[in-house]
């Protein structure tokens, strides 16, 4: 018993320190990896005894579905995968860009509190670093409904087969996806090859140490 108690707190101490650096819990992998433990099954037989004992929660509906009694709300949201935020990502599927959730964030639940199906991406390239949109972050965005000048949008483009985040203007007889890089040059494009697949409403920001801090848009 003292060495299961002893597995125990491993466990969660690790929950806690996760939740702490990156805003999100942990998966039952990622647990079973960080503490040595034999299975997947031996993480669930610690956290069905966590649960029990009032120090953690869970939604069985999602991966990274622990909760820490005391926290702030969280909301599920998907991640799409990857966008480019530099030159735009080719996507191969030629109907149009139809993403499939690689798995479920568990994120603050304010930064998508009476937003439209909000679903995320991780972010590749460095083209709107002067927006606060670095590489490897993650931004949170919600299908537009009205979208406006100066907005960052994730951009379907027909005619290239590529998807990229921008700032979006509409201009006279075309579209200019303005990146936020002085080194960077836009993007023009005719109206009828851009679809909006979705507008920015927060940044999951990723500093050197580490930590993601949620940055409402």
């Known amino acids: ?5 002893d597995t125990r707190s491993s466990i969660f101490n690790f929950i806690q320190e996760f939740a ?7 998966t039952v992998r990622e647990i079973q990896r960080a503490c040595g433990l034999a299975s997947p099954r031996a993480v669930q037989y610690h956290l069905e005894a966590l649960e029990r004992e009032g ?8 991966v990274r579905g622990i909760q820490l009694p005391g926290r702030e709300p969280a909301a599920p949201v ?10 735009p990502i080719p996507v191969p599927d030629s109907g149009g ?3 499939v959730a690689e798995e479920i964030l568990q994120v603050p639940a304010r930064l998508v509190e009476g937003r439209r199906r909000p679903f995320a991406l991780r972010v590749r ?6 927006a606060l949109v670095d590489n490897g972050d993650i931004v949170i965005l919600e299908p537009p409904g009205a979208v406006d000048d100066g907005d960052m949008v994730a951009v379907w483009l027909s005619d290239r087969q590529e998807v990229t985040l921008k700032k979006i203007y509409v201009e006279a007889d ?3 996806l303005q990146p936020a890089n002085d ?35």
């Open 55 to 62: 120090f953690i929660e869970r939604d069985s509906r999602t």
């Open 97 to 99: 860009w139809t993403p």
């Open 174 to 176: 075309r579209v200019r």
């Open 1 to 5: 018993m003292p060495r299961q108690r």
């Open 78 to 87: 998907p991640l799409y995968g990857t966008i480019a935020a530099g030159e």
């Open 183 to 217: 080194a960077m040059q836009p993007i023009y494009a005719d109206p009828h090859d851009v679809l909006v697949q979705g507008k920015v409403i927060a940044v999951l920001r990723e500093y050197k140490a580490s930590i993601y801090k949620p940055v409402p848009g």
């Open 125 to 130: 390239g460095t083209s709107m670093i002067d």
């Open 20 to 26: 702490r650096e990156k805003g999100y819990p942990p």
